[in-house]
């Protein structure tokens, strides 16, 4: 009986072990998702502060083209996620409301306080 309940508490410590390595394999994964998503954020504030600096252009159209290139740019040389996230789909609704030419400055202001939220 004595060595049934010693093999049972070993394989028991054996499982726990298991199992807390694999949810600390998880909290590091998670973490560092959560870093990269933070990145991204930031480098959309620095990009959408730029664009909000100089949101009385004339030139708008092309300002905004340019500035997403730019960041677009930052994210693939960062190697940072891009494929169906909230920073690329923010950006896109900015530059789909300046090309239809209705409410070009508020679409940039809201942009930037979106970026300005998610980044603090």
């Known amino acids: 009986m004595n060595i049934y309940l010693k093999r049972n508490h070993y394989i028991f410590l054996k499982m726990v072990v298991a199992n807390t390595l ?3 394999k998880r909290r590091t994964d ?3 998702k959560k870093c990269l998503h933070d990145e991204c954020w930031k480098a ?3 990009y959408s502060s730029q664009l909000n600096k100089n949101s009385k252009s004339n030139d708008l159209d092309n300002l905004c083209h340019s ?4 960041y677009i740019n930052e994210l ?5 996620p891009m494929k169906n996230k909230n920073y690329i789909q923010i950006w896109s609704t900015m530059l789909n409301s300046v090309k239809r030419g209705n409410h070009t400055q508020m679409a940039i202001k809201l942009l ?3 970026s300005l939220q998610r980044s603090a």
């Open 112 to 114: 930037y306080q979106t």
């Open 30 to 32: 998670s973490y560092h």
């Open 22 to 24: 694999e949810k600390d």
């Open 44 to 46: 959309s504030l620095k």
């Open 67 to 70: 500035i997403y290139g730019q």
């Open 76 to 80: 693939q040389s960062r190697r940072l």
